[in-house]
């Protein structure tokens, strides 16, 4: 483990208008380390997704602020933050979010294209990072060709490919059985070992706890425990986290 590549401070959230508001993260901390695959874990309506959110530079905190790679995302522009967003941030989604009438190479440039990468060098590094994750054999697979957990990884190889410090993933078993579900938790796991980059990946799926550094459960929008695993088994320890 290395040093933090994204971490939130005293993060607290407000959700709503008027009568309907609610606070929807209470005085978080988090910090998500290189070379680690962090699993968010809790239950419906706790706070995980509002929290990958805020920590993906898609929703601004009510209070508190990110760090990205040590810099503050505190009082950055919309395009600063989109910037922050392009560069330093890989998404992966339950619902793949391919475009259907692109191949699994030309989806996978797509970060590289808009940043104004030359197409001769996109489709290299998007054809290396299939083979990283890999679908070397299948670039000109277009997504209606490819199996579910298929169709997840060239998801997985468009967050990677444009090197960013972090890695935030929304449920990307749930729409897998079991053996599909493992072959792309096995892939992120891989990433995750790189020092220069965290993994934190919001799941309900206890399937996949093995395969975590650490996982973090969260609650009514506080974190409540932090177990982090311990040796090849990657036996839990678990850490009660006070409340502030």
């Known amino acids: ?3 933090s590549v994204l971490e ?6 407000y959700l709503g208008i008027g009568a309907s508001r609610i606070q929807a993260l209470r005085a978080i901390n988090l910090a998500v380390a290189g070379g680690e695959l962090t699993l968010l874990m809790g239950p419906s309506g706790s706070g995980k ?8 530079c898609m929703l601004t905190p009510s209070s508190g602020t990110v760090h990205v790679r040590g810099q503050s995302t505190t009082g950055k522009s919309p395009g600063q933050l989109a910037k922050v967003r392009r560069d330093q941030i890989g998404y992966v989604f339950q619902s793949y979010h391919l475009f259907p009438t692109l191949t699994a190479l030309d989806n996978v440039r797509i970060p ?27 670039t000109d697979s277009f997504p209606r060709e490819l199996s579910g957990g298929e169709q997840q990884r060239v998801a997985i190889a468009r967050a990677l490919v444009g090197d960013p410090a972090v890695i935030l993933a929304d449920e990307p078993t749930a729409a897998l059985d079991t ?6 938790m096995s892939v992120l796991a891989l990433i995750a070992k790189d020092p220069a980059r965290g993994l934190l990946v919001v799941t309900h799926d206890p399937r996949i706890v093995s ?34």
């Open 1 to 3: 483990m290395t040093d």
């Open 8 to 13: 939130a401070i005293d993060i607290g959230q």
């Open 49 to 56: 997704t509002t929290l990958l959110s805020v920590l993906g």
């Open 112 to 138: 590289l294209d808009i940043r104004g990468v030359s197409a001769a060098l996109s489709t290299k590094k998007a054809a290396e990072t299939l083979a990283i994750v890999g679908l070397g054999k299948k």
């Open 179 to 184: 053996e599909n579900g493992r072959a792309v």
């Open 211 to 244: 395969f975590a550094d650490r996982v973090v459960q969260i609650e009514d929008g506080r974190i409540t425990t932090d177990s982090r695993a311990t040796g090849s088994k990657k036996v839990a320890k678990r850490e009660e986290v006070r409340s502030s």
